[in-house]
């Protein structure tokens, strides 16, 4: 018991001893050189404490070790604590001796100089060390065979920043754990875990890197070396913004393993100096583009590299490389040199693609795309590319035919032989079949008719139903290509399933249906912001469905045409609203306003009809028919976001010319109509309007506006028109010149006609009238059947409520003159009086109480009568 007392005791003691001794500024002198001399850099401590139970222990409250002035001023290397275990023997023969160093929350700055050397290289101690020469430090004697002699260090939460030169570089590693040990005189063993880590930018899941494996000391520059790295549970994302700082907007996992060796390789063979040997394998999975959603048959790719990294050079060569997807994979080879210049090159000596791995990979990135839709088909290829542009040594595909299965298709399409190749610098891809058969043509007979029964075993093959052929050639070295496409189809409805089924719906609104035969070709070169098309598609016998129209549009005859991408429309006969139409639309849009269409049309139509024209707008059409008939007519993308469709419409800009042998509104006809016609910002006008009406000439403009409600304005004269031949005024004769303006607003025949509001003049010469004698009835009193005459008259009139308004119309007639006066209804009925215009030989007016003639009820029959009213004389 009492030795145990006085062993306590003397611990204790010495704890104390201790404790006052390493506050002594000669012990954390000694102390301090004692770090330095271990690290081989200066180092700058914090407050020094010591234990001497359980196990004799160094702690020091934060510590920073200095850099190599040819590395930088900055720190290479700072903590927030450094416990070091010292080891029995050391202190029993009177100097201290570090057994294992551990940092928590360390923080290291490696730097890679201008001339390719990292400052790490000479951080870890030597094994030996020669025996010292010179004056003997102070404190107490230390042997030189251990004043280098570290076992262990050991990191916890740590930091590790990367610096090139001066340059801090954004990518580093955090939460760094682990240990470098010292296995061996001069062999280090590494065990580290770190999350990698980017300055600025949000990371998610970069998994966990781990490092295992030994290196030797710095006296070789830590060669030989053999390092393993395992690195899974690793977001594609992640890697992206590590990388460049940016979301590539790739999805998916990775899991990479790595070997790496210099010196001597795991078989004990010897490398050359300087040359890491290198093994790479990595697995991606669930791959598919960020705004899709995750599937089961997303893309998994391995990747398989071995080769040789030469630092010294900053060259790094696979010389196998392999990629393996589930039915595909390729075998070559790679090089990058990563020097002043970078450069890159790869070689796929063999490639065997399988169609149903490329449609997984194209589901991934596409979206919307059919569930149906698979192709079975084989591909050879090798080739041979680098650099950036793409430089193509050599490049060779090919395949021996196979189909693609479309979803709503009922045939397969049968993808002919496919070869493809280098010729100098143009890679020339072989025109490729691709086409679809039906039965021939002719009713499908019972399988029990006699016909059946009498036809020859051997039938004739089916004919191709719908065929395409597309080509491609590519300059590499000018950068310049064309894509060849010629199509011959009996009915177009196919192609749109198909570009639908691979999520690409050229019809938005509108559907077409009949034959077409096309000759398109899409080249591209530096100098063009994106490739344009030019060719022509023509249509027989074709039907087109749009949004806003009731009826579909029949084309017989019709041509599409590109010239540089400048679209252009030939119509050789097609009927829609209730005509033919024939003519051409041309696109004349400036290249450098893209955002504004603007168009070129010459039309003509064999007849128009306002009431065919209601039909095919209305009701279904109404009430925004503009806005879903132009952008569907003009490729407008519904719901994609980029614009509405009045958006659409406010950037078009069409003018032209429009003609029709004949017009129909309501009751007016009018023959040889002819305008020039400008639509823009929601805007239609129709300037230099003439016509035939009635025998007479009409001119005049009209005024359109589509939003937010739809307003018409019109102004019109008219001149030298035959009264006789207006169906409201069938029992008048004379001509007739006069003005007219009209407006109203809404969509349909009926709202149309209950806003129509409006008014004019009109002057007549000579005027005559069947079927009472005015004057004869207005002096005797009574109705007397005949025909009246004037000389001339004139006066307004005025629209509003479904009837024209007769102001007061003035005929000069021989002996007297008669005033006209009433309405006529849209419905051809009407009441309108006839009533003597009597001069006074006074100042005054005078009135007097006369008979007028008044006509009432439908104007091919009204009943005439005489009716007793007061009449004013007029002032002489």
């Known amino acids: 018991m009492k030795v145990a007392i006085a062993t306590l005791a003397i611990l204790l003691g010495a704890q104390i001893a201790a404790s006052m001794i390493v506050r002594t500024s ?198 030989p070396a053999q390092i393993r790295v395992h690195w899974d549970r690793v977001s594609l994302a992640d890697i992206s913004r590590l990388i460049t700082g940016t979301d590539s907007g790739v999805r998916g996992v990775l899991a990479l393993d790595g070997e790496a060796s210099i010196g001597t390789t795991p ?82 000596d063999s490639a065997a693609v399988m169609g149903q791995d490329v449609v997984a990979c194209y589901r991934a990135y596409q979206p919307d795309v059919a569930e149906g839709l698979s192709i079975e088909q084989f591909f050879r290829g090798k080739a041979t590319v680098s650099g950036w542009p793409l430089q193509w040594s050599s490049a060779e595909i090919s395949s021996e035919g196979g189909l693609l299965r479309v979803a709503g298709v009922a045939a397969p399409l049968r993808i002919g032989a496919l070869a493809g190749g280098m010729k100098g610098q143009q890679f020339v891809l072989e025109p490729v079949r691709i086409s679809t058969s039906a039965t021939a043509a002719g009713a499908v007979q019972d399988a029990t008719s006699k016909d059946e029964k009498q036809a020859p075993k051997s039938q004739p093959a089916q004919e191709a139903r719908n065929i395409a052929e597309v080509s491609i050639s590519e300059n590499f070295e000018a950068r310049e290509g064309t894509l060849h496409v010629n199509v011959q189809l009996a009915d177009v409805t196919d192609v749109f399933r198909v570009t639908k089924a691979f999520g690409y ?68 006969k097609a009927q829609a609203f209730g005509t033919n139409w024939s003519g051409k639309i041309e696109d004349f849009s400036s290249r450098a306003v893209a955002d504004e269409p603007r168009w070129r049309f010459q039309l003509h139509a064999d007849r128009l009809d306002a009431a065919e024209l209601d039909r095919w707008f209305g009701p279904r059409g109404r009430p925004s028919w503009l806005e879903r008939l132009l952008p569907a007519l003009l490729g407008g993308k519904s719901g994609s976001g980029i614009t509405n469709a009045s958006e659409l419409l406010r950037r078009v800009r069409a003018e032209g010319q429009l003609e029709a042998d004949s017009l129909t509104i309501e009751k007016l006809k009018i023959a040889h109509a002819k305008a020039r016609v400008e639509i823009r910002a929601l805007k239609v006008h129709a300037g230099e309007i003439e016509g035939q009406w ?70 007549l010469s000579p005027v005559e009238f069947r079927g009472w004698d005015v004057e004869a009835s207005l002096e005797t009193g009574a109705v007397k059947a005949g025909e009246s005459r004037w000389t001339s008259g004139e006066g307004k009139f005025s629209i509003e409520n479904r009837e024209l308004v007769l102001a007061g119309i003035q005929m000069d007639g021989l002996r007297v003159k008669t005033k006209v006066e009433g309405t006529i209804g849209f419905g051809q009925e009407g009441e309108f009086t006839f009533a003597p215009l009597v001069s006074g ?10 008979k007028i003639l008044q006509a009432s009820g439908p104007l091919e029959a009204p009943k005439a009568s005489m009716v007793a009213v007061a009449i004013e004389k007029t002032k002489q």
């Open 505 to 572: 719906s050229l019809n938005y609104g509108w559907e077409l249906s009949g034959a077409a035969t096309a000759t398109m070709e899409r080249d591209w070169r530096p100098d063009a912001a994106e490739g344009r098309w030019s060719g022509t598609i023509r249509l027989s016998r074709a039907e087109l469905q749009t949004a806003g129209l009731n009826e579909p549009i029949r084309i017989e005859d019709g041509t599409l045409g590109w010239q540089q991408g400048q679209r252009s429309v030939t119509i050789g």
């Open 267 to 348: 078989a004990g063979e010897q490398t050359a100096a300087g040359k890491w040997k290198f093994s790479l394998a990595a697995r991606v999975a669930q791959v598919h583009r960020w705004d899709l959603t995750e599937r089961n048959d997303n893309p998994q790719i391995g990747a398989r590299l071995e080769g040789v990294w030469d630092v010294a050079a900053g060259k790094v060569r696979a010389e196998e490389m392999s990629v393996e997807l589930p039915h595909s994979n390729l075998h070559g080879s790679a090089e990058v040199e990563i020097a002043d210049l970078p450069r890159w090159s790869l070689r796929v």
């Open 694 to 763: 009635a025998g007479g000439t009409l001119r005049g403009s009209f005024q359109g506006v589509f939003s937010p409600k739809p307003g018409y304005e019109m102004a019109a004269e008219f001149e030298g028109v035959n009264l006789a031949q207006l169906p409201w005024a069938s029992r008048w004769g004379g001509v007739a010149n006069g003005k007219l303006r009209l407006t109203t607003e809404g969509v349909g025949r009926e709202e149309l006609l209950r806003g129509l509001t409006g008014g004019g003049e009109v002057k």
């Open 841 to 850: 030989k006074r100042a005054g007016g005078e009135t007097s109480v006369k």
């Open 26 to 223: 000669k012990m954390r002198a000694y102390l301090t050189a004692r770090l330095e001399r271990t690290f081989g850099r200066p180092v700058e401590v914090g407050q020094f404490s010591v234990q001497i139970l359980p196990t004799p222990q160094l702690d020091v409250a934060g510590v920073t070790i200095g850099e190599d002035p040819s590395f930088g001023r900055e720190y290479f290397l700072r903590a927030d604590h450094l416990d070091a275990s010292l080891r029995w023997l050391g202190l029993l023969r009177g100097h201290f001796e570090f057994g294992t160093i551990s940092l928590t929350r360390p923080s290291l700055i490696l730097v890679r100089s201008p001339n390719g050397r990292w400052n790490l290289e000479d951080w870890l101690p030597r094994a030996t060390a020669t025996p010292a020469s010179g004056p003997r430090p102070s404190g107490p004697s230390q042997s030189a065979e251990t004043a280098n002699h570290l076992r262990k260090i050991k990191f916890d939460d740590g930091r590790i920043n990367f610096k090139l030169g001066d340059e801090k570089r954004p990518f580093a590693f955090r939460s760094v754990s682990g240990s470098v040990e010292q296995v061996s005189p001069g062999r280090w063993q590494l065990q580290l875990e770190a999350e990698p880590w980017r300055s600025g930018i949000e990371l998610q899941a970069t998994g966990l890197l781990q490092v295992r494996g030994d290196v030797a000391g710095t006296s070789s520059r830590l060669q």
